[in-house]
């Protein structure tokens, strides 16, 4: 069990950093094609926070872990705004300013209401899968042409931001290959630790592979968003922390869910939609309602309710069987 948990947390350590070298190095060799940086930073970037997910899923799917693939996309949702939003509040109060973010905030709620109907029968199909793709691909052309027009009046913060985090330019294409060759081989690699040594832990603890997913899976594959939202929110570039949730919630619903489904259909725990989507989608309203408050501000009180939420929704997870839940 020891060593099972401690290649699980190296292999989640390597996941988030081969999905972080990857992103790095697509958006240096998309800048040398002449892709203009806005979109770099709306797509390739905001994808690749939900990288590790979307890599941990469709593995697991291969693997006929379908459950461990929700549990994945949503459970990584959830942590997002309980623990990830919550601990950046509490280091330091988050203010809103961008009317992008505001903007993007319904897409969040929609997609997450829209894919409840695909996950009520407790069956994901082809079909539902290929739904979700055209979501994300529907998301990515709105944020995209609402991003154009915010930075045609250079009057978004949050364009900005995202800009100014992209690699400089001078970073040549050789160190992006070299950079590209090694996430390419660290990335399966660290997959493969990840869903081995899952699997031996959920049957050591005596839980389902949805509940791992929903939790060590998600706590591990979100280090990215950690480390973006409390980078942001020390640096004072609240927007980038809060949108880079937005997004990263979006795509893991829409891509980290969607193409696993579509190649791998089938049946799922009916705890997923029972107990767990509408803890996804309570925390998502009340991420929407919290960033479209007057006030626009996240403080540290709420950051602390946020992670008071997290402790009782795992411990609820582990030490209340799925019957006793509500």
């Known amino acids: 069990m020891l060593v099972a948990t401690a290649l699980l947390v190296i ?50 799917a291969n693997h006929g872990q379908l459950d461990m693939s929700v549990g994945t996309a949503m459970g990584s949702n959830i942590i997002n705004i309980l623990l990830i939003l919550g601990g950046a509040a509490l280091l330091h109060p988050l203010t809103v300013q961008s009317n992008l973010i505001r903007r993007e905030l319904p897409l969040m709620l929609l997609v997450t209401l829209l894919s409840g109907f695909l996950l009520f029968d407790n069956q994901l199909s082809r079909l539902d899968g290929l739904l979700l793709i055209i979501m994300a691909l529907a998301y990515l052309l709105a944020i995209i042409h609402i991003a ?37 081989i660290m990335l399966p690699v660290a997959t493969n630790m990840v869903i081995d040594n899952a699997t031996v832990v959920a049957d050591y603890l005596g839980v389902s592979e949805l509940v791992i997913g929903l939790t060590i899976i998600s706590v591990g594959t979100s280090l990215p968003e950690l480390a973006t939202v409390i980078a942001g929110a020390l640096k004072g570039e609240d927007d980038i922390a809060i949108g880079n949730l937005i997004g990263s919630n979006i795509y893991n619903i829409a891509i980290v869910l969607g193409v696993p489904t579509m190649l791998h259909p089938g049946s799922i725990d009916n705890d997923a939609f029972d107990r767990d989507y509408w803890i996804m989608l309570g925390v998502s309203a009340l991420f929407t309602l919290i960033c479209l408050q007057r006030r626009r501000r996240i403080g540290r009180v709420t950051g602390a309710l946020l992670l008071c939420g997290f402790i009782l929704w795992v411990t609820l997870l582990y030490f209340f069987p799925s019957e006793n839940f509500w």
């Open 11 to 60: 292999g989640l350590v390597l996941l988030a950093y081969g999905a972080d070298r990857l992103v790095f190095s697509a958006s240096i060799l998309c800048r040398s094609l002449g892709v203009p940086p806005l979109i770099i930073g709306m797509t390739v970037v905001g994808i690749g926070t939900s990288l590790p997910e979307f890599i941990v899923s469709l593995s697991a």
């Open 148 to 184: 154009k027009s915010a930075a045609h009046n250079n009057n978004d913060t949050l364009t900005r931001e995202q800009m100014a985090e992209l690699p400089r330019g001078d970073t040549g294409n050789t160190v992006a290959f070299l950079w590209l060759a090694v996430a390419l």
